[in-house]
Structure formats: structure tokens, C-alpha cells
């Protein structure tokens, strides 16, 4: 007879964190791109200099760069683990900028980001984004990167998970965001616990924007973006405007204001 052998939950965990870390390397050695799944407005890629338009479907391969108008607006998709992001209007940023190091997903040299990273339950996909003075790394969770001037001040909010923010242009340890919880990060300015702004003002402000753009009508015969509901998630099922009605979707209202400088 045999007997039938029985792991600790905690062994059954590692193999099953160690079988997903191999089948993300896999995805990721197999694509490495981003498609757009959502557009409205001017949404470009940079190719020296000139601009290259990006409509829903187009594929952004590593180390390029989107560009948005005064009216752009985008949500791309990554292909190797199904995690999304929006760009926001009057904003820079490279998909991917480091060959090689696929923790690294986005640089935001100006503008908003807002980043959905996908996960398996109980399994981090560790993830980062920079921007000209800040690194921020999460481990699967919900949040915004907002990079308000040419200084670089920077300004992260988090809706869902953990996120460590760190300003790599000044010495000092990086500091932990909760879900609600904010914090601006300024050139040569080191972090400190008491910059952590809690309230819920700012947040507001930038899910009112994302409002403007997730739930902006698309044409005579379509509603709302799909997907678009407020909360921290739920945005993975948005389809491109060619979904929508005929005609093409009307221009939304004029880039929002970079929200106020959080707790700095």
C-alpha cells in the first residue's frame, strides 16, 4: 500500500509562488508589448521627431513612448500578465524603458498614470514605476502617478494594496502608502512618515477626472465605457471606441489640473 503524502500549506505556497514566477518569466519572455484597448482624443507614440497615432489595438513595444495631447487619453493592456494602465492627457511615458528588467513597467516623465497590476491570489507581482524623482514599487495593488512639472515633483496616491515610495534625488529610507494614503515627492527632498497625507481630498479629485474620461459618452449610439465604475478595480473589461456607436466619440472636456501638492 501506498501512503498517500500530504505538505504543509506553507510548502504548497512556495511551489505555488515558484510555479507562477516561472510561467510570468515564460509570458514575459513570449511578450513583452502593451495593447490599447481604450482611446479617446490624441494619443501618440514617439518616434524621434515625429508622432505615430495610436488607436485601439495598436501595440506598444518596450522603451517607447507615449505621448498624450491636451485630449488624449488611453488604457493599455500588458500582454505577458494582463495588468492595465491609463495615461492621462498632456502626458510622457515609457513603456517598459529598461531591456531586460520586466519588474520595471512604466517611466512617467509628465503627466498621470493610473496602474491596475494584476496578480494570482496570495502571489505578489512585484512591479515599479519611476518618474524624474521618485520610484514607486508595488506588489499587485491599485494606484496614481501623477508627475505635475518639469521639476519632477511627484505625487502618488494609492486606492488599493501596498505601495513603497522612495526619492532616489535625496538620501533617506522610502515610506509605505496604504490604501487612501498619498504623498508628494519633491526634488532633493527626503521622505518622511508625516508627509503621508490620509485625507480623501485629493483621491477624489483624481477619480473625478477618471470619471470624465471612463464614463464620456462614445458616440451617438454607445453609453459609458464599460468597466469604468469608480472604485479601485474593475476597469480590466473596457473595450476600444470602436465598440461603441457610430461617429466618432465626442472630445472631452480640457486637460484637468494636476491635483495640489499632497501633505508636502
Known amino acids: 500500500m501506498f501512503r498517500r503524502m500530504t505538505l504543509p500549506r506553507t510548502v504548497r505556497t512556495l511551489l505555488a509562488a515558484a510555479a507562477f514566477a516561472v510561467c510570468l518569466a515564460q509570458l514575459h519572455a513570449q511578450d513583452s508589448s502593451a495593447r490599447v484597448i481604450y482611446q479617446t ?6 518616434n524621434g521627431a515625429s508622432l505615430q497615432i495610436l488607436d485601439v489595438g495598436s501595440i506598444v513595444k518596450t522603451q517607447q513612448t507615449i505621448v498624450t495631447g491636451p485630449d ?9 500578465d494582463g495588468s492595465t494602465f491609463e495615461v492621462y492627457p498632456n502626458s510622457r511615458v515609457v513603456f517598459r524603458e529598461t531591456p531586460g528588467s520586466w519588474e520595471h513597467l512604466l517611466n512617467v516623465w509628465l503627466g498621470r498614470v493610473k496602474v491596475f497590476i494584476q496578480h494570482a491570489p496570495g502571489v505578489p507581482n512585484p512591479n515599479n514605476v519611476t518618474s ?6 508595488v506588489r499587485g495593488t491599485v494606484f496614481d502617478v501623477v ?8 505625487f502618488v496616491s494609492v486606492d488599493d494594496g501596498l505601495v513603497d515610495v522612495r526619492n532616489w534625488t535625496a538620501p533617506g529610507k522610502s515610506v509605505s502608502l496604504h490604501p ?8 532633493g527632498q527626503s521622505l518622511i512618515g508625516k508627509q503621508i497625507d490620509r485625507g480623501n481630498i485629493l483621491r477624489e479629485a483624481l477619480q473625478k477626472v477618471r470619471d470624465i474620461y471612463i464614463w464620456a459618452p462614445r458616440g451617438t449610439g454607445g453609453g459609458p465605457a464599460p468597466g469604468g465604475a469608480g472604485g479601485s478595480g474593475g476597469a480590466q ?28
Open 147 to 154: 508627475v505635475q512639472d518639469d521639476d519632477g515633483t511627484t
Open 132 to 137: 524624474p524623482t521618485a520610484v514607486i514599487s
Open 72 to 80: 488624449g487619453f488611453a488604457k493599455l493592456q500588458v500582454l505577458s
Open 41 to 46: 482624443g490624441q494619443v501618440s507614440l514617439q
Open 237 to 264: 473589461g473596457d473595450k476600444g471606441k470602436n465598440g461603441g456607436g457610430p461617429g466618432a466619440p465626442p472630445a472631452p472636456p480640457g486637460a484637468p489640473p494636476a491635483p495640489p501638492g499632497g501633505g508636502g
Open 180 to 187: 487612501g494614503e498619498s504623498i508628494t515627492v519633491f526634488r
